[in-house]
C-alpha cells in the first residue's frame, strides 16, 4: 500500500516557469510533510516543509500548499531555473521523530 | 543541523559476501535511520537504528540479512549479509538531530553493485 502518491513522474518546464508537482496521502495521523530535493549522486537534501495546521508556507521561489480536507500538498518552483533540474521526493511522517514515508519521486528538467 | 558521511561511497562485490556500511554524523541526534534506494526509484526505509538495542526493522527486512549496530549517539553500521545481485541498490543513512525538530538529515549514500 502506498501511503504518499506522487505525481507527475516526471516534469519538463521553461525557465522561468512554475514547476508545480502534486502528493496525496492517505494516513490522517500523519503530521509531517517535507519536500526533499536530490541531485544524482547525492542524498536527499531537505527542501522545505509544513505541518497540517498550515494551508501555506513560503521560503524564497518554493512554496508549499496544503489542502488537509482533501488530504494533498503540492510544491510550486516559481521561476524555475535549470539548476533546479533534480529529482524532488515529498514525504510524510507521524508526529515526532518518526521515520519518513517517501513518494515515488519527480524528475524535474528545466530547459532553457 | 547534521552532517552525515557515510563510508565507503561506493563498492562492487561479489555475491555471497557482506559489507559493512558506517554512517557517522557530526552532532548529537536523537534518531538514525537506514533506507535503501533502487537506482532511480523512491526511497524505502530498511530500519531504525537504536542506540544500545536491537534496530527496529520494516516489512520485508530482517536482521539476519541486514544487522544493524548503534554503539552510540553519532555512529551506526548496517550490513548486507549475504549478498545477491538484487542487493545492488544506493544504501543511505539518515538522523534527525538535537535541536532541528523532525528535520531528517541525510548522508551522500553508498552505492554498491553485487556481481
Known amino acids: 500500500q502506498q501511503q504518499v502518491k506522487q505525481s507527475p513522474q516526471s516534469l519538463i518546464v521553461q525557465k522561468g516557469g512554475i514547476s508545480i508537482i502534486n502528493c496525496a496521502y492517505e494516513?490522517?495521523?500523519?503530521?509531517?510533510f517535507p519536500w526533499y530535493q536530490q541531485f544524482p549522486g547525492k542524498g536527499p537534501a531537505l527542501l522545505i516543509a509544513?505541518?497540517?495546521?498550515?494551508s501555506e508556507k513560503k521560503e524564497g521561489r518554493f512554496t508549499i500548499s496544503f489542502n488537509k480536507s482533501a488530504k494533498q500538498f503540492s510544491l510550486h518552483i516559481m521561476d524555475s531555473q535549470p539548476g533546479d533540474s533534480a529529482t524532488y521526493f515529498c514525504?510524510?511522517?507521524?508526529?515526532?521523530?518518526?521515520?519518513?514515508?517517501f513518494g515515488k519521486g519527480t524528475r524535474l528538467s528545466v530547459i532553457a | 543541523s547534521a552532517v552525515i558521511s557515510q563510508k565507503p561511497s561506493r563498492d562492487i562485490c561479489q555475491r555471497g559476501t557482506s559489507l559493512t556500511i558506517q554512517c557517522q554524523v557530526d552532532?548529537?541526534?536523537?534518531?538514525m535511520f537506514w533506507y535503501r534506494q533502487q537506482p532511480g526509484q523512491s526511497l524505502t526505509l530498511i530500519a531504525t537504528?537504536?542506540?544500545?538495542?536491537?534496530?527496529?526493522?520494516e516489512s520485508g527486512f530482517v536482521i539476519d540479512k541486514f544487522p544493524i549496530s548503534r554503539p552510540n549517539l553519532t555512529f551506526s553500521t548496517l550490513t548486507v549479509s549475504n549478498m545477491s545481485p538484487e542487493d545492488s541498490s544506493i544504501y543511505l543513512c539518515?538522523?534527525?538531530?538535537?535541536?532541528?525538530?523532525?528535520?531528517?538529515?541525510f548522508g551522500p549514500g553508498t552505492r554498491l553493485l553485487v556481481l
Open positions: 539518515s538522523a534527525t538531530a538535537r535541536g532541528a525538530g523532525e528535520t531528517q538529515y
Open positions: 494516513n490522517t495521523a500523519f503530521d509531517y
Open positions: 509544513i505541518r497540517p495546521d498550515v
Open positions: 514525504a510524510a511522517s507521524l508526529e515526532g521523530n518518526t521515520p519518513l514515508v
Open positions: 552532532s548529537q541526534v536523537t534518531m
Open positions: 537504528a537504536n542506540q544500545g538495542s536491537e534496530a527496529t526493522y
